[in-house]
């Protein structure tokens, strides 16, 4: 499977932006798909994943009610919606393609596909 991430770009505090990733090569339906993001000199972190069905979503604690993931399998695609974003927000973003264990969703190493990172910043 590959994935290709983008949407990523400068935006203000308490601006929008939409990241996707495509994917392709594989049967993209049954994946469940997650974002993580990395800053600068820190670890990947999880930010939200959404289950192969597409009827069970997590949240980031950080994230959780300003994110909202979304998929259309008829599209190969996994969206994040990100809204009042916050300086802290600024990572590289990337897409992630796997079947975790529910234990064990917000584990990087959980998955098996990774998108190449798209950049968010966001200014202060």
């Known amino acids: 499977v590959q994935l290709q991430a983008y949407g990523g770009g400068l935006v203000q505090a308490g601006g929008s932006l939409r990241l996707s990733c495509a994917a392709s090569?594989?049967?993209?339906?049954?994946?469940?798909m997650a974002w993580f993001r990395q800053a600068p000199g820190k670890e990947r972190e999880f930010v939200s994943t959404?289950?192969?069905?597409?009827?069970?979503?997590y949240y980031a604690d950080s994230v959780k009610g300003r994110f909202t993931i979304s998929r259309d399998n008829a599209e190969n695609t996994v969206y994040l919606q990100m809204n009042s974003l916050r300086p802290e927000d600024t990572a590289t973003y990337y897409c992630?393609?796997?079947?975790?264990?529910?234990?064990?969703?917000?584990?990087?190493?959980?998955?098996?596909?990774w998108g190449q990172g798209t950049l968010v910043t966001v200014s202060s």
């Open positions: 959404i289950r192969a069905s597409g009827g069970s979503t």
């Open positions: 090569g594989g049967t993209f339906s049954s994946y469940g």
């Open positions: 992630a393609a796997g079947r975790p264990i529910l234990s064990a969703i917000t584990t990087p190493q959980s998955y098996y596909y």
